[in-house]
Structures are given as structure tokens and as C-alpha cells.
């Protein structure tokens, strides 16, 4: 069955970085658009960032100024979001999402916390 | 940018008709997706493309469209239904996925 699994979140000082990754299986990765989207303490769902399935498109929400960076690895069946410049307001679980023709969210990963505080 | 404006809160009987909307500028125009977010959870797709369900989803749970409106109907209620329920679409002019605020869902 279809698996994401996220990685790479924990406790990070304002102004750093952090890199997440997602391990994907049970499905053909690289047939599939992927995103990141994520969800404040208490806050609703906030979308980040789009990735097509070959990785030569790229979409950010356009809150977060570049910070933030998708890429993927089709070979490695892997997702991931370098993450730079982090903030207090940042702080959040990060969900991998794969995503359906009409750009629906049909799986979802169980999310990693980022918390972002000195 | 595009909103989607959805009501903070719900409450419906067991056994009544819940309607949860998601309301946007010419939202017909846009394919419209339905979550479910019970509480510790990630999100789980109920409704997608406006009326489709996924697999395994019950058929109490159904999508439709009028006007600005896109509306959730859950029927014959349950408690294990009570949870956050969030629309989103994909916004091809500004090519950014939106979210509405999300509606939690209270079964009295």
C-alpha cells in the first residue's frame, strides 16, 4: 500500500536551516506530482510547495519568499524540503502529500514537527 | 489572491444531515477537495473533484457545487465523524494549492 513516511524534523534556532525528507513506496514515485504542506500548532492546513513528477516544475506559496526549496529524488523514491532562514512562525508539522490528477491530496504522510525556537 | 471562506464550527444530531460549505469567487470553476482531520491525525481525502469519492469512503459523504458555493453533505451523522473538515482547490491563475480555514464538525 501506498507509504510516506517524513523524517528529519525536531528543534532548530531561529535563523537556521533543517532539511526534511519523505520515503515514498508502494507506488510508482515518479508518476507523481508531490507537495509539501504543513499545519501550525492548533492552525489550519497551509500548502508550501509543488513539485512535478519529473522535477522540472516548481511551485511555492508565495508567503514564504524563497525560503524554503522542494526537490526530489525519483532514483531514491524521495521527497525533500530544504529549509532556510526558519522562524518562530515556521514551526509546524510538515506533511508529504501525493497528489491526484486534480491536484487533491489522496495520501498523505503522518507528518514531522518542526519547532523553531531559541 | 483566491479565498476560500469556510463557517469555524458545526453541530448537527447523530443521525442528522451535516452540511459543512466552502464558499469562492467562481469556485465552479475549480476542481473542489473535502478532508477529514480527526484530532492527532494527519488528513484523510473524503471528497475529491468536487463529487468523487475515494475508495473505501462512506457514502454519507458527499461534494457538490452552486454558484460561489461548494458544500460538504454528511449524512445520517455519527460521532465518529466529529472532526475538522477543510476545502481546497488548486488555483491555476497564481498556480498555488488554497485551503479554506477549515469547519470543525461537533456531533451533539
Known amino acids: 500500500q501506498v507509504q510516506l513516511v517524513e523524517s528529519g524534523g525536531g528543534l532548530v534556532k531561529p535563523g537556521g536551516s533543517l532539511r526534511l525528507s519523505c520515503a515514498a513506496s508502494g507506488f510508482t514515485f515518479s508518476d507523481y506530482y508531490m507537495s509539501w504542506i504543513r499545519q501550525a500548532p492548533g492552525k489550519g492546513l497551509q500548502w508550501v510547495s509543488f513539485i512535478s513528477s519529473s522535477g522540472s516544475t516548481i511551485y511555492n506559496a508565495d508567503s514564504l519568499k524563497g525560503r524554503f526549496t522542494i526537490s526530489r529524488d525519483n532514483a531514491k523514491n524521495s521527497l525533500y524540503l530544504e529549509m532556510d532562514s526558519l522562524r518562530a512562525e515556521d514551526t509546524a508539522v510538515y506533511y508529504c502529500?501525493?497528489?491526484?490528477?486534480?491536484?487533491?491530496?489522496?495520501?498523505w504522510g503522518q507528518g514531522t514537527l518542526v519547532t523553531v525556537s531559541s | 489572491s483566491y479565498v476560500l471562506t469556510q463557517p469555524p464550527s458545526v453541530s448537527v444530531a447523530p443521525g442528522q444531515t451535516a452540511r459543512i460549505t466552502c464558499g469562492g469567487n467562481?469556485?465552479?470553476?475549480?476542481?473542489v477537495h473535502w478532508y477529514q482531520q480527526r484530532p492527532g491525525q494527519a488528513p484523510v481525502l473524503v471528497v475529491h473533484d468536487d463529487s468523487d469519492r475515494p475508495a473505501g469512503i462512506p457514502e454519507r459523504f458527499s461534494g457538490s457545487i452552486s454558484g460561489n458555493m461548494a458544500t460538504l453533505t454528511i449524512s445520517r451523522v455519527e460521532a465518529g465523524d466529529e472532526a475538522d473538515y477543510y476545502c481546497?482547490?488548486?488555483?491555476?491563475?497564481?498556480?498555488?494549492?488554497?485551503f479554506g480555514g477549515g469547519t470543525k464538525l461537533t456531533v451533539l
Open positions: 502529500a501525493r497528489l491526484k490528477v486534480g491536484y487533491g491530496v489522496g495520501h
Open positions: 467562481n469556485i465552479g470553476s475549480k476542481s
Open positions: 481546497q482547490v488548486w488555483d491555476r491563475l497564481s498556480d498555488q494549492m488554497l
